[in-house]
Antibody
């Protein structure tokens, strides 16, 4: 079964750090670009970051640029999001999603999400 | 923050047809980039519903259809069913400096 499972969310103080993980299974992880998308409570979806298949190219939304770092370990079939200098407005459910180039680069597989709460 | 605008809500009786618009600009939909649609049932992760403007992934009922014209796109649901009550989001690529991948503001579909 094709699956993405996020972990690493939790409660963190403003200015703190957190690292999210996304474990992939059921497909050749190293062949796909991957994304992080977040959703604040009661709000819509917001794209956060993208990494290409071998990890050599990344991109970020302006709101997280310089604070968040996306990376991947293809040997471990795992995607990461290192989040530093966290702010209250980073509070959200964070989803990892697979980018499928055979589906016009739509996000065809999503994880269940992990909640990040930034609060003192 | 979203550069793709959707109506906040649409509603319809079972069996009816509803449409959801997604309005963009010349830096995203109007530039020729594909539009995708996602369905998010309450308390769950988003699910791909339509990709590449009008294509359905395997397993998505043909009651769902997508189209694109100019700087806008639309999602139509025909034969509305109770299980279609969910939030729907369009998504595309944007060539402006502010962001690469953009989502719509989201539309809540209510089945009366």
């Amino acid at each position: 079964e094709v699956q993405l499972v996020e972990s690493g969310g939790g409660l963190v103080q403003p200015g703190g750090s957190l690292r999210l993980s996304c474990a992939a299974s059921g497909f050749t992880f190293s062949s796909y670009w991957m994304h992080w998308v977040r959703q604040a409570p009661g709000k819509g979806l917001v794209w956060v970051s993208r990494i290409n298949s071998d990890g050599s190219s990344t991109s970020y939304a302006d709101s997280v640029k310089g604070r968040f770092t996306i990376s991947r370990d293809n040997a471990k079939n795992t995607l990461y999001l290192q989040m530093n200098s966290l702010r209250a407005e980073d509070t959200a459910v964070y989803y990892c999603a697979r980018d499928d180039d055979s589906s016009a680069h739509a996000f065809d597989i999503w994880g269940q999400g992990t909640m990040v709460t930034v609060s003192s | 923050q979203s550069v793709l605008t959707q109506p906040p809500s649409v509603s319809g009786a079972p069996g009816q047809r509803v449409t959801i618009s997604c309005t963009g600009s010349s830096s995203n939909i109007g530039a020729g980039y594909d539009v995708h649609w996602y369905q998010q049932l309450p308390g769950t992760a988003p699910k791909l519903l339509i990709y590449g403007n009008s294509n359905r992934p395997s397993g998505v009922p043909d009651r769902f259809s997508g189209s694109k014209s100019g700087t806008s796109a639309s999602l139509a649901i025909t034969g509305l069913q109770a299980e279609d009550e969910a939030d729907y989001y369009c998504q595309s690529y944007d060539s402006s400096l502010s962001g690469l991948y953009v989502f719509g503001t989201g539309t809540k579909v209510t089945v009366l």
